[in-house]
């Protein structure tokens, strides 16, 4: 059993988080309900924060699409982090939470003309450009506004990283970035040095996401720091910047064994300071963008369980009232995650069980083959690691509202994102006139 941050077992056998007795906030919320420990979330942002930008001078911003919402925006700016947003939403997000928008930098390989004009009347730091359509488009918005919009160019640098297939981003093939290797990003840094409301600050990268090996980080700086010197080499032009990414990798199940963010803060620094003095370059202002790694850790879910089928001799299924719909990764990258029963975390692991969701889906499975104290109906399971990729990947499947989200810290639990309820779920539903005059009919004529 691994408990993370402020876990810990009480002395009724309870699982408490921040203080606060799980068995006591199912009561209180209601499940399923995702529980974020504030004082871990805020000492993963310190980790990176000391080890970046103390050590280093590195700018550190969070991945928001990891978790985003008002509290977790302020959380990160109280902390010293900027902001990564990969759209309109989650810059409006940042915005409502008064975010300071100089340390917003705006990510999407298909950002809408909307979101690009939202980008630059916000004013955020920079845009992360991915593609040559996007340069165009927003030189244009921006010479409407009378601006220069500040970029850096997102470039796929042909580093793999070993990691699920779908979460891979810097290999050659990709929807993101200008790829160095075939002469495409050389084109985009020439073309952005001739456009008039175009300000290029410098060069982004990121290889993918739940990384494990730091080479990867090395690699991929020593590539962009390669392309630095090149351009130079080839137009006179010298990136400022360089934004190498986040996706560090977290503990999710036995075996996952996450690196320290000062190895990986040295490891990718000492191998960018390398390179540029081999050419004999100023090393760039650096950018990191974790996300996984500072929220990730930091949530939990708590479920009810409730029907229980055992099929003698094949499985036991213990079905919980969520799943997919809160946390669709299982189903989506088979990702692997730990539970416990958090109302007896003192009793013997008694069976191997999987654990099911509510959906009307067979690939709604939350745990496949984990051992538990024998499961049984009106048990609190929790499931832990489920702080990033969960309530942002969260949907209405089956129409199911998503569930609260409360912040726990020293035994004080508020409620950050409220339960959907019934009347959420038809909030945008509109019956067209002409429906409703036939339902009117079949109603009279019944
Ligand atoms: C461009 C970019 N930056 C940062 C991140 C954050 O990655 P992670 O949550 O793995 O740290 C991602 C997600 O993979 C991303 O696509
Ligand atoms: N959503 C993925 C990671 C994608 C990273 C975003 N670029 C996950 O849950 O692991």
């Not at 699920?164 to 093939?173: L, N, S, V």
């Not at 456009?195 to 982004?204: D, Q, R, T, V």
């Not at 081999?278 to 369980?305: C, H, K, N, Q």
């Not at 989506?332 to 995650?337: C, H």
Request: charged content about 25%; overall charge negative.
């Amino acid at each position: 059993m691994k408990l993370q941050g402020t876990m810990k077992v009480n002395k009724n056998g309870h699982l408490e988080i921040g203080g606060c007795d799980t068995v006591e906030l199912a009561k209180r919320f209601g499940t399923p309900l995702y529980v974020i420990d504030e004082a871990l979330f805020r000492q993963n942002c310190r980790a990176y924060y000391r080890a970046f930008t103390e050590e280093h001078g590195v700018e550190v911003i969070y991945a928001s699409k990891t978790l985003s919402n008002l509290a977790v925006c302020h959380m990160v700016e109280q902390e010293g982090l900027g902001l990564d947003v990969v759209s309109g939403g989650e810059l409006y997000t940042a915005a409502t939470a008064r975010f300071p928008m100089g340390r917003v930098y705006f990510h999407g390989n298909n950002k809408s003309t909307e979101e690009l004009r939202l980008a630059l009347e916000y004013k955020v730091g920079r845009i992360v450009v991915d593609n040559f359509y996007e340069l165009e488009r927003l030189n244009e918005l921006a010479g409407e506004a009378q601006t220069r919009a500040k970029i850096i160019l997102r470039l796929s640098p042909g580093v793999e990283a070993h990691t699920h297939e779908y979460i891979k981003t810097g290999q050659i093939d990709s929807k993101f970035g200008l790829v160095i290797e075939n002469g495409s990003a050389m084109a985009g840094v020439k073309y952005c040095l001739e456009l008039p409301h175009i300000e290029l600050k410098g060069f982004h990268c990121h290889i993918g996401s739940q990384i494990f090996e730091l080479d990867s980080y090395a690699h991929a700086a020593e590539t962009m720091m390669d392309f630095i010197h090149t351009v130079y080499r080839e137009t006179d032009y010298l990136a400022e910047e360089l934004n190498l990414g986040g996706g560090l990798g977290i503990y999710y199940f036995n075996g996952d064994q996450p690196r320290p963010v000062k190895e990986y803060a040295d490891v990718m620094m000492r191998a960018l300071q390398e390179r540029a003095a081999s050419y004999d370059l100023p090393v760039p202002r650096v950018i990191v963008e974790p996300g996984r790694s500072i929220s990730g850790p930091a949530g939990s879910t708590l479920y009810t369980v409730g029907a229980i089928k055992d099929i003698p001799g094949i499985r036991k299924y213990v079905a919980v009232d969520g799943g997919m719909g809160d946390n669709p990764r299982p189903a989506l990258y088979q990702s692997k995650y730990e539970a416990y029963i958090a109302n007896r975390m003192l009793e013997e692991v008694e069976e191997k069980v999987s654990i099911a969701g509510k959906c009307c889906e067979s690939g709604d499975m939350l745990i496949w083959d984990i051992e538990l104290p024998a499961p049984q109906a009106g048990d609190l399971l929790v499931v832990a690691s489920t702080g990033a990729y969960n309530y942002s990947m969260s949907m209405n499947y089956n129409r199911l509202p998503r569930p609260a989200m409360v912040l726990v810290s020293e035994g004080k639990a508020d409620v950050i994102v409220k339960r959907e309820d019934y009347t959420d779920l038809i909030r945008n539903d509109v019956i067209p006139e002409r429906l409703r005059s036939s339902v009117m009919k079949l109603a009279s004529s019944r």
